[in-house]
């Protein structure tokens, strides 16, 4: 059983596993207790599938993304344009729906799913296609993307709101049997996102090339790799999850804006490195992102839950980013200087 | 005659491995005392102990007959013990003068004196007979020049020992002749040098003693008078050495796989023509600079700016990228491991694999037990010594590290192999070992292009030589010509 445990998980991410489930564990003997509506049973503030949920929806939007952003972390890059690509993904996908409106259910949604990918894996594509062509650092392209795919959403919205068809919304919020209050479509979204995606890291050829190029491009290039075809890919994967995350997002909420998932690219960056990943490259993981999305939005929802003065989120939040990737690195820089010392 | 540094009951161990127990040691003042032992045997761990880098479990250190306990390198240097690195610690970016002044900078009021840094600068540096400029940015001198600095910063801080750490493993022929003539002028002036190295004819030629160290312990410290070098050999290695540079079966020469015709780089190399057929070891000799490791390159397809015809069996093809040269054939093992030869974030096995991963896997899934296998059958017939395939690489020593970019690209099994500098900073053993891998090699009907500063493993190794000079090809050896007319043809020399 164990041993499946530790094949399932890496150390670094069961330490995520275990706080997660002692903030869980915290939340649910401070959270107190209320009478729910729906059934009048006494039920525990946190510990009850609503809120379960609730933080697992929030969690999704960040960790699609942040599946993709550790991709390109791994190569040693870096996406800050994630948040504009889903806004730009969702606004055009909700405009090009505007003229589908008598449309059937199914093709509606199949049309939002296609136009919201399609735009994520063309959006990423271009910043993929820059950042090996022009030799600038992947920072500064996707800086300058992040506020032209803004815009683009800016200016074709007029920065007005724009409605999605109830068929997306039935999609995003059906129940799948369960209670209905209850909307578990964006979490499974997510788990099938972080399955596949560890599922391509770490079994596929190419996923084994963009942990090569990412620990040494130069040692890549001298073994045959496609170093430019394997750099571009992933800003298409973090395009991609971008594109699934606002579709999801978008369906979820019934409606987008130029403004939807600004500030995201921060969250998502954070969520990976949380999770394991080095922007020195050649470190990360699919399972580990995702966690990392679950912690930051855990503690974020234990500063709700404990009542603590909401004024501090940010500050907790950015303290507890930087602790626990320090803590992460002191433990890798003690195994290492092991290893060094050893060799000596 | 009194020992300067003297050692006793040294012990120091890092987890997982003793890497010095009870080393005994007395170094003469004003001599050239040599440190010898293959990878891992525990010279450098003793190097850095005795310059206060690493600081011992057990042991006494005297120094000039007082006891002495170094608390980091400060300790050691303001005592008069400096190291000359293997890997130059140096900010890239600032000028020599800055450099030799990091650690004291001078002032005038607040600000920084800079008139008094150049001139302090000049000085040190006269005073070990370089005229480097110090107000050259660092970075844009060669290894060698960075090197002379490292040693004026010592001798100018008053270093009564300079510890040497492999000085050589980077510098051309030329370059280490002049370093090791350096090396006997200071002992001349009276500073006692500590070399650590592994290479025999450095040893031979300046160290008046030598303790050689196996497996953390000393074995013995002897004079170099008079000491053969088969027995220093034995002394290391523990055991005969399989005969590496003796003769060997005549490996018969096959079909033409490679033809290079008017192949030239501008700026890098003019106009060569060559050609590498199966069972050949085809020896690229010159100094540092003479054009060989572009010649390589510029067949693994990593040169842009290259023109001239390259034949491969027969057919004609274009040098457009390493992918491409892979698929005609070519095979690189280059001279820099740590960046060119292995992604050091992955395992040994992960490496072995990473130019093949088509081969052990279907639509693109890695299939682990065929990546398995395969890592396993070369990591074995290279013998690398490493607890298992899923060890990291960056764990693993120079020699062993080599040894795993030799086994990546036997996986490859490419046809024309060309070898860059295979063994600097191998120890001897496997030295030996990889030059039976490379006859080998050819013995299985692989063309050998093969690059190397080490003239006598080129001597041993080639059978036939090519000399470039300055990016000129300038003659044609049988094998075995003899060492003096091969330097002469790379030296210029008449």
Known sequence: ?344 | MHPILAVSGLSKRFPGVQALSGVRLEIQAGSCHALMGENGAGKSTLGKILAGIYQPDEGNIQFEGHAVQFHGPQDAVSAGISMVHQELLFAENLTVAENLCLGDLPRKGMWLDRKEMVRRAEGWLSSIGSSIDPTQTLGELPISKQQLVQIAGGIGRGAKVLIFDEPTSSLSQAEAQKLLELIRELKAKGVTCIYVSHRLEEIFAICDRVTVLRDGQVVDTVDTNGLSRDSLVRMMIGRELAASMEAHEEIPVGEELLKVENLSSPGKFEPVSFSVHAGEIVGLAGLVGAGRTEIVEALFGLDSHVSGKVTVKGKPVALRGPIQAMHEGFGLIPEDRKHHGLVLSMTAKENVSLPVLDLVSSLGVIEPGKERSLAQKFFDQMRVKAPSIDASSAGLSGGNQQKLVLAKWLAADTDILLVDEPTRGVDVGAKAEIHGLIRDLAAQGKAVLLVSSDLPELLSLATRLIVMREGHLVGELPANPGEESVMRLMAGVK
């Not at chain 1, 939340?27 to 599938?49: C, E, K, W």
């Not at chain 1, 032209?148 to 109830?166: E, H, N, Q």
């Not at chain 1, 234990?302 to 603590?308: D, E, P, Q, S, V």
């Not at chain 1, 003065?309 to 507890?320: C, F, H, L, S």
């Open chain 1, 1 to 344: 059983m164990l041993g499946k445990v530790k094949s399932l998980f890496s150390v670094q991410q069961l330490g995520l596993v275990v706080i997660i489930l002692l903030l869980g564990v915290v939340m649910t003997i401070f959270a107190g207790s209320h009478v729910d509506r729906l059934s009048g049973h006494t039920v525990n503030n946190f510990l009850n599938p609503t809120t379960l949920i609730q933080i697992a929806t929030d969690t999704s939007f960040f960790a699609i993304m942040a599946v993709g952003m550790t991709m390109v972390i791994i190569s040693a890059g870096i996406d800050l344009s994630v948040g504009s690509i889903y806004a730009m993904s969702a606004v055009l996908m909700s405009l090009v729906l505007q003229k589908f409106t008598h449309a059937p259910p199914f093709e509606q949604v199949m049309l939002g799913v296609i136009l919201s990918c399609g735009i994520g894996v063309v959006a990423g594509f271009l910043n993929g296609i820059m950042v090996c062509r022009l030799g600038v650092h992947p920072f500064i392209i996707t800086l300058g993307t992040m506020w032209v795919y803004r815009g683009i959403a800016f200016v074709t919205t007029k920065a007005m709101s724009i409605l999605v068809p109830d068929s997306l919304t039935h999609v995003a919020k059906a129940n799948l049997g369960l209670r209905r209050d209850l909307f578990p479509v964006p979490m499974l979204v997510m788990l099938t996102v972080t399955v596949v995606g560890a599922l391509f890291l770490q079994k596929t050829t190419w996923g084994r090339r963009i942990f090569a190029v990412g620990g040494n491009i130069e040692a890549a290039k001298y073994s045959g790799l496609p170093i430019n075809r394997i750099l571009t890919s992933v800003y298409v994967i973090a395009g991609l999850c971008a594109g699934i995350s606002a579709f999801v997002g978008t369906s979820f909420y019934g409606s987008s804006s130029s403004g939807d998932a600004s500030g995201y690219e921060l969250y998502v960056i954070a969520s990976a490195v949380v999770g394991g990943a080095s922007l020195n490259g050649g470190k990360g993981s699919a399972v580990g992102a995702m966690l990392g999305a679950l912690l930051i939005v855990m503690i974020r929802q234990a500063i709700r839950t404990l009542n603590l003065d909401q004024n501090y989120e940010w500050i907790i939040i950015g303290v507890a980013i930087v602790v626990s990737v320090v803590l992460d690195r002191w433990s890798t820089v003690q195994a290492q200087r092991h290893l060094m010392r050893a060799r000596q």
